[in-house]
């Protein structure tokens, strides 16, 4: 099985900075696409931010030029940089992988981390 364990969370000044990491662990012997979304209180999930095992990135337009993902694939985790963060972005940050090769003709498709909070005080 794959399992995330996110890490990076807490409280932060409007305008601070925030390092999010998700590491995947498990057989694996790819991950196609890793991901961030988020879901607000009272709201549903939504997508933050995707990259491809390629390095191709996608980003919701709130977080576009303040967030940045990356990935090391090496050590199997998924990074998000939060910068200039607004009160808007207070939410539970959730890690996905999906497309995960951990056998010769065998993947396993989304899954999801515990979820982290992140808060930004005014």
């Known amino acids: 099985q794959v399992q995330l364990v996110e890490s990076g969370g807490g409280l932060v000044q409007a305008g601070g900075s925030l390092k999010l990491s998700c590491e995947a662990s498990?057989?694996?012997?790819?991950?196609?696409?890793m991901g961030w979304y988020r879901q607000a209180p009272g709201k549903q999930r939504e997508l933050v931010a995707t990259i491809t095992s390629l390095g191709s990135t996608n980003y919701a337009d709130s977080v576009k030029g303040r967030f940045t993902i990356s990935r090391d694939n090496a050590k199997n985790t998924v990074y998000l940089q939060m910068n200039s963060l607004k009160p808007e972005d207070i939410a539970v940050y959730y890690c996905?992988?999906?497309?995960?090769?951990?056998?010769?003709?065998?993947?396993?498709?989304?899954?999801w981390g515990q979820g982290i909070q992140v808060t930004v005080s005014s």
């Open positions: 498990g057989t694996m012997l790819s991950i196609n696409t």
């Open positions: 996905n992988v999906d497309n995960v090769r951990i056998g010769p003709r065998t993947y396993v498709y989304d899954v």
